[in-house]
C-alpha cells in the first residue's frame, strides 16, 4: 500500500466529510443532472465523467507523495462562487450555471483541504470533471446541424459510390423508398461530447508533449465525423432494407461501438506521428 506523507487521517475525514456536505447541499442539482445523463442519449457522456475522473487520478498517483494536504483559502472562494452562480441561475434560467456552481461547490470543498498545489498536480482530473455538465441546448444545436449536413452529405456520396440507390432531401436519406431523417437516425451531438470527453482521457492517459495534444485535439473534429459516418452508413442500410427493431438495436449499440473505432483512431494517428518521427516523448532524451 502506497504511504502519503504528510497526510493525517484528520485531513482524509475532514475531506470526505466536506466533499459530502457538498453534495448533500446540491443533491437536487445533481439529481436533475444524473437523471438527464439517464434519459437524453445528447448527455450520456456525464456516466463516464466521474470513471475517467478517476482513472486519470489513478495514473497520477505517485504525486500524491508530493502533495499533502493544504488548508486553503481559495476553496470557500470557489464556493462562494459556486453559490453565487447557482442563484444566478435560477433567476435568469440557465442551467449551464446552475450545474457549474453545483460542481465549483463540491471541488471549492475538496480544495479547501487539498489546497492549490494539488489542484495544478491533477489539473486534468479536476478538468474531466466538468464533463459532469450538460451541454446547452443551443450550443448541441450549433455544433449538431452542421455535423448533420456533412454526415448526411458523405453518406449519400458513400452510398452511390457503393451502388446503393438513394437521395437525399436537407437531413432526409431516401433508401428504398424509406425516409431517414439524420437528425433521427444517428445524430452526430449524441457522440460528440463523449468522444471529446474519449479524446481528452486519451492525450492525459499518455505522455506526450503540450504540442502532440494540441495537434490531437485539432484532428479530434475530423474523428468525430468519420466515426458519426462509420456509424451512419449501416444504419440508414438497416432502416432502409431491414425491420425496424433490428436498426434501432444496431443504432442503440453502435453509439458505444464507435467510440472504441474513436479510440483506435487516436492511436493510429499518435502512431503515424511516431512514424514520421515528431517528438511525442514530453522528457528530454539523455545521450550517454
Avoid at 62 to 81: D, Y
Wanted: aromatic share 10%; hydrophobic share 60%; charged share 15%.
Amino acid at each position: 500500500m502506497m504511504r502519503l506523507s504528510g497526510w493525517k487521517r484528520t485531513d482524509a475525514l475532514a475531506l470526505a466529510g466536506l466533499v459530502v456536505l457538498a453534495i448533500i447541499a446540491t443533491g437536487r442539482t445533481w439529481a436533475e443532472i444524473f437523471e438527464q445523463a439517464l434519459r437524453s442519449e445528447e448527455d450520456s457522456h456525464i456516466l463516464m465523467a466521474i470513471p475517467i475522473a478517476c482513472w486519470l487520478l489513478w495514473l497520477r498517483r505517485g504525486r500524491l507523495r508530493m502533495c499533502r494536504p493544504t488548508w486553503s483559502f481559495l476553496g470557500p472562494a470557489m464556493i462562494v462562487l459556486g453559490v453565487a452562480m447557482d442563484r444566478i441561475g435560477i433567476l435568469q434560467a440557465l442551467e449551464i450555471f446552475r450545474h457549474t456552481g453545483a460542481l465549483l461547490v463540491v471541488i471549492g470543498a475538496a480544495v479547501s483541504v487539498l489546497g492549490p498545489r494539488f489542484v495544478v498536480q491533477f489539473l486534468p482530473v479536476f478538468a474531466a470533471l466538468f464533463f459532469l455538465m450538460p451541454v446547452p441546448g443551443r450550443i448541441r444545436q450549433q455544433i449538431a446541424i452542421p455535423l448533420q449536413n456533412v454526415s448526411a452529405q458523405a453518406s449519400q456520396f458513400l452510398l452511390d459510390l457503393f451502388g446503393v440507390p438513394s437521395t437525399r432531401s436537407g437531413n432526409v436519406l431516401v433508401i428504398n423508398n424509406n425516409e431517414v431523417a439524420i437528425a433521427e437516425a444517428c445524430n452526430g451531438m449524441r457522440m460528440v461530447a463523449a468522444l471529446a470527453l474519449i479524446s481528452f482521457a486519451f492525450i492525459f492517459s499518455v505522455p506526450m508533449r503540450n504540442g502532440v495534444r494540441l495537434a490531437i485535439l485539432a484532428v479530434s473534429p475530423a474523428i468525430a465525423v468519420v466515426v458519426n459516418i462509420a456509424r451512419l452508413v449501416p444504419t440508414v442500410l438497416l432502416y432502409g432494407y431491414a425491420n425496424p427493431g433490428a436498426a434501432d438495436l444496431f443504432h442503440d449499440l453502435s453509439g458505444w461501438a464507435v467510440l472504441l473505432l474513436a479510440l483506435a483512431l487516436l492511436w493510429g494517428f499518435l502512431s503515424i506521428l511516431r512514424w514520421i518521427e515528431v517528438r511525442i516523448d514530453p522528457y528530454p532524451v539523455t545521450r550517454r
